[in-house]
């Protein structure tokens, strides 16, 4: 498959499916145009308006009057009574997701018999059906709901480059757009963040999350949660959980986890998410331990909603209820329905099981009705929330969509977030930056000239007319700098054959240097896109072999949605930046860092494994009792490869260089509720001005159970001019250092932890403390 980009349509929901006129969106460039223009928006909202007028329904009467900031109980209050006015069909209704263009059922939402609707790309409809919702018996606002992964129509790069930045600030501004724009659309609850932790990059999903460590994975969850809220709309956590581990990155796979990594990895992101203050969470499609997470009442009703009291609403991945059958637990739709409502699914997204099943389930007794009452609460709470029962609310203006969003400073924001997320992986000779470049620069490679792979997957409303190619901006700046650019494609995006090298070879070698902009095409990340070779795609190695034969030095821009294998391509590369798609200003983002402009401090969010058979790899993996050493033939190794990554997580390098020394701790005897203050001092020993991402790791190196090697606890990032140091410091509570024990137990153990300040996963670890009891 390698090498087509997917058709159109509802199978390839991460580039947009349908334009608004209903047709398919088409081409192989994520977004199309995906907004209507100004004018013919605002013409379509005035005719809305007027229908809406005509229709009486202009001036809605509210379901319920709770102001925001209406207290819990009486929302609670508000909702029992509301509840006791509804017929079964309503309450259905509010359980039910459903949305996507031309499958739209405007009666059922008339009929009050829809509470969530997604993806209606079109603000103008959103006006409309809202305007239907509040006219129907019990005026029961609708809640418009879409996935907008890395923002909506400015899109930030992908979320496993925002993981990149090692920098929550810069999640937390990014989602903020992202939300800002959702909500100047019409949205109320974004579909993510996804915060499925994942070590294995075969599988296509890793790029819509953040990366293999628990504690980025948890800081990125609750900054992502901030900023969604702060520009406007809530988020949804997904998918839980376990998903990020499906055996051998096959996509909707099954994950068998044991109760302490469940605990100790893949649950945490989610609580981080849900103490931010997320509203919705989404079931995932997996199977854990046995049991598909759609009918896991252990998992969504026990753990998550009661032990962990989460009040808002759990919806059901896509069509999932259905795909309960093919998982061969439900051998009827009724059936399914019965263990998805009963496990604590509230939402039926798609499947359309709950329109149709659940009366009758009702009926016959098997659901209780206290059950609907339940999962209609949660839903009518989170309208509550929102602010939707809010008499002042006012709807988002569809005619001001244009102006809200993708705004300087929005844009301005995605620059930051794209410089930020770039990685330097090999700098020989101090090849880049190109600031006094050579003379004449041959960029080679389809994607260099291609939007959409600048955007990534799951384009949400974003404009190729308003992305920057990055060929343009290459030409452009080094052309200021006096340097000459020719460009060859040398082969389509997924490089399928090798027809154009010959043309690409003599472009090179009519050039002093070589940019070549390889890598994975768009379409080759997200959803069910697993791939079991994780180099670069098609025929782009042999077409870098014979760059690098020119003889001219090669800088290699990777485009990457995962941890590709990248030991041959850095090989041929003398320098190599490697980057996750990186979004709307993508492209003068890569320049921006090219040129020098921005000193690069992108970190690997996964480890670069040095081949598929080392996957799954993190670089917190238990140790052995036989630790690898040359030579010994009975120690843990493979017999044909290195056990290490071929680059750790954590690593990126800089134009410059760091020091980090120093490291001292406030105090050497702690109790378990203290926070310990670790400090180090980090110089900048280099001649250029740099930023350095400096990471804190700590290792208890004796416990009851094996713990790991290391692991992040606190990221720090220091601006430092050349021969500068600064004295930085991380505060940590010593009861991060819990881990569940083999019988589900938290515990946190007295004795010596070690603790190490550094760029990467390899620090040395210099300076320790004593945990003891009081
Ligand atoms: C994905 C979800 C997404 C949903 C709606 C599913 O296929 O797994 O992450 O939110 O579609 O688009």
């Given at each position: ?13 991460h580039?947009?499916p ?25 013409l379509h ?13 202009a ?22 009574d ?5 017929t ?15 499958e ?42 879409r ?15 925002l ?63 901030k ?6 709309v ?26 302490p ?11 981080a ?8 969470v ?59 409502v ?12 709950y329109t149709?099943?659940?009366?009758g389930l ?11 009452d ?10 509550a929330r929102?602010?939707?029962?809010d ?10 969509y244009?102006?809200?969003t ?8 995605a620059r ?9 992986l ?17 960029v ?38 006096g ?7 040398g ?5 399928t ?42 025929h ?15 800088v ?16 041929r ?8 798609s ?16 921005t ?19 993190a ?7 036989r ?35 120093d ?26 001005a ?9 290792r ?5 159970v ?28 010593v ?8 019988d ?12 190490g ?12 403390f ?5």
């Amino acid at each position: 498959m390698i090498g087509e980009p997917p058709p159109a349509g509802k199978k390839n929901r991460h580039a947009p499916p349908l334009r608004f006129d209903g047709s398919p969106a088409g081409g192989k460039c994520p977004p199309t145009r995906p907004l209507a223009d100004g004018l013919s928006a605002l013409l379509h909202a005035l005719r809305s308006a007027a229908l809406a007028l005509a229709l009486g329904l202009a001036a809605p009467a509210a379901a319920l009057d709770l102001p925001r900031g209406t207290p819990a109980a009486a929302i609670e209050t508000a909702i029992a009574d509301l509840l006791a006015r509804m017929t079964l069909e309503e309450k259905i209704g509010q359980m039910v997701m459903t949305g996507w263009g031309a499958e739209f059922d405007e009666a059922a939402v008339a009929g009050g018999r829809v509470g969530i609707v997604s993806s209606v790309d079109d603000p103008a409809l959103m006006v409309r059906y809202q305007a239907l919702a509040r006219a129907s018996r019990l005026a029961i606002p609708l809640i418009f709901a879409r996935d907008a992964i890395h923002g909506y129509r400015t899109l930030m790069p992908v979320p496993l480059g925002l993981a990149a930045t090692f920098d929550p600030a810069i999640v937390e501004a990014a989602a903020r757009v992202a939300g800002e724009e959702s909500a100047a659309a019409g949205l109320h609850i974004v579909l993510g963040p996804m915060v499925d932790l994942s070590r294995d990059p075969r599988w296509g999903r890793v790029v819509e999350g953040p990366g293999e460590d628990v504690f980025l994975a948890r800081t990125f969850a609750a900054r992502s949660v901030k900023g969604l809220k702060a520009g406007g709309v809530a988020a949804t956590l997904k998918h839980f959980v376990g998903y990020g581990a499906v055996r051998a990155g096959r996509d909707y796979a099954e994950a068998d986890l044991s109760a302490p990594t469940l605990a100790d990895l893949y649950l945490p992101p989610f609580r981080a998410g849900l103490d931010a203050g997320a509203e919705m969470v989404m079931a995932a499609f997996s199977v854990l331990n046995g049991v598909p997470v759609t009918a896991n009442r252990r998992l969504l009703d026990d753990l998550l909603r009661r032990d962990w009291r989460f009040d808002g609403i759990v919806v059901s991945d896509w069509d999932a209820i259905r795909e309960l059958m093919p998982h061969g637990v439900a051998a009827t739709r009724t059936e399914a329905t019965e263990k998805a409502v009963l496990a604590g699914i509230d939402v039926d997204m798609a499947s359309g099981f709950y329109t149709a099943e659940l009366p009758g389930l009702v009926a016959a007794g098997r659901v209780p009705i206290a059950r609907i009452d339940e999962a209609v609460a949660r839903v009518l709470r989170v309208k509550a929330r929102l602010g939707l029962f809010d008499p002042a609310r006012r709807d988002a203006d569809p005619a001001a969509y244009e102006h809200a969003t993708a705004t300087p400073a929005q844009r301005d924001t995605a620059r930051e977030a794209a410089r930020r997320s770039i990685v330097l992986l090999k700098n020989d000779r101090d090849l880049l930056p190109l600031d006094r470049p050579a003379k004449r620069i041959a960029v080679i490679g389809a994607a260099a000239a291609d939007a959409g792979d600048m955007m990534g997957a799951w384009g949400a409303m974003a404009r190729r007319e308003e992305t920057p190619i990055l060929l343009d901006e290459l030409k452009r700046r080094l052309g200021a700098l006096g340097a000459e650019v020719s460009f060859a494609a040398g082969c389509d995006d997924a490089c399928t054959t090798s027809d154009g090298f010959a043309e690409a070879e003599a472009t090179a070698r009519a050039a002093d240097l070589v940019v070549a902009v390889l890598g994975e095409p768009w379409y080759l990340t997200a959803e069910s896109t697993s791939r079991t070779r994780l180099g670069l795609p098609g025929h782009q190695q042999a077409l870098l072999d014979r760059l690098k034969a020119t003889g001219r030095p090669v800088v290699l821009v990777t485009l990457a949605g995962r941890a590709m294998t990248m030991a041959d391509a850095l090989a041929r590369a003398d320098a190599a930046l490697y980057v996750f798609s990186p979004g709307t200003m993508g492209a003068p983002a890569i320049v921006d860092v090219l040129l020098g402009e921005t000193n690069p401090s992108g970190r690997l969010p996964m480890s670069l494994p040095r081949a598929v058979g080392q996957i799954p790899i993190a670089y917190d993996v238990l140790p052995t009792g036989r630790p690898f050493s040359p030579g010994d033939t009975l120690a843990s190794r493979y017999v044909d490869e290195a056990v290490t990554p071929l680059l750790p997580f954590g690593f990126g390098l800089s134009y410059t260089t760091f020091a980090h020394t120093d490291v001292t701790v406030s105090a050497p005897i702690v109790g378990p509720a203290d926070t310990i203050r670790i400090e180090a001092t980090v110089t900048n020993t280099g001649r250029r001005a740099g930023r350095e991402i400096a990471q804190l790791y700590v290792r208890d190196p004796v416990a009851a159970v094996s713990r790991p090697p290391r692991r992040l606890h606190g990221l720090a990032r220091v601006d430092l001019a050349p021969g500068e140091g600064k004295r930085i410091a991380f505060d940590l509570p010593v009861a991060d250092l819990a881990f569940h024990d083999f019988d589900g137990r938290r515990v946190l153990e007295p004795g010596r932890f070690e603790v190490g300040v550094g760029g990467s996963s390899e620090v040395p670890l210099t300076a320790a403390f004593e945990l003891r009891r009081p």
